[in-house]
């Protein structure tokens, strides 16, 4: 069973929240700098949403491991 495009793109959208807050406090207890810290999460989220999406979609093509 493949998985439609929409559930890819909320998927994609709520682990981009989950992993950019978790840079973001990354960040912060590495520099001490919270506009640091929103820099390098805000660069982060748009990079990584799209990388995600596509690694997604790969992966929805792959049969590897289901049954």
Do not use: P, Q
């Not at 207890?29 to 805000?42: D, E």
């Not at 660069?43 to 929805?60: A, D, G, P, Q, S």
């Amino acid at each position: 069973m493949k998985d439609k495009a929409s559930r890819s793109v909320w998927k994609t959208v709520s682990w981009r929240i989950i992993a950019t807050l978790d840079t973001v406090i990354i960040a912060y207890l590495i520099t001490g700098s919270l506009k640091m810290a929103a820099s390098i999460g805000s660069i982060e989220v748009v990079t990584k949403i799209f990388l995600y999406y596509y690694h997604e979609r790969t992966w929805n093509k792959i049969s590897f491991g289901r049954a």
